[in-house]
């Protein structure tokens, strides 16, 4: 049915075990949320000069799934 992530990593010659054994250099998160806020800014930027409900909706929508992934990504490194 569907492939596995164990036979997916076989197949490219990673083992599972390694990927217990991943770590983040010091400062990596806070370098990561800088360019989040950077990147939340620039979003802010084109929303104030879009006048049109309908594209700031999406825009909103942009946003929301940017930092919303972002914030998953965190609290998965975090936990790890």
Known sequence: MGLKL???LRGTGI?????DR???G???????SAVAF???VGFAVIG?????????????????GVFSSYFIGIIRVRTH
């Open 38 to 40: 950077v990147a939340m």
């Open 48 to 64: 104030y000069s879009l006048r049109d409900p309908l594209y700031l909706i999406a825009l909103a929508l942009i946003m929301a």
């Open 26 to 32: 010091s400062g990596v998160v806070g370098r990561t």
């Open 22 to 24: 991943v770590r983040i």
């Open 15 to 19: 083992s599972e075990a390694s990927l």
């Open 6 to 8: 164990n036979e997916i």
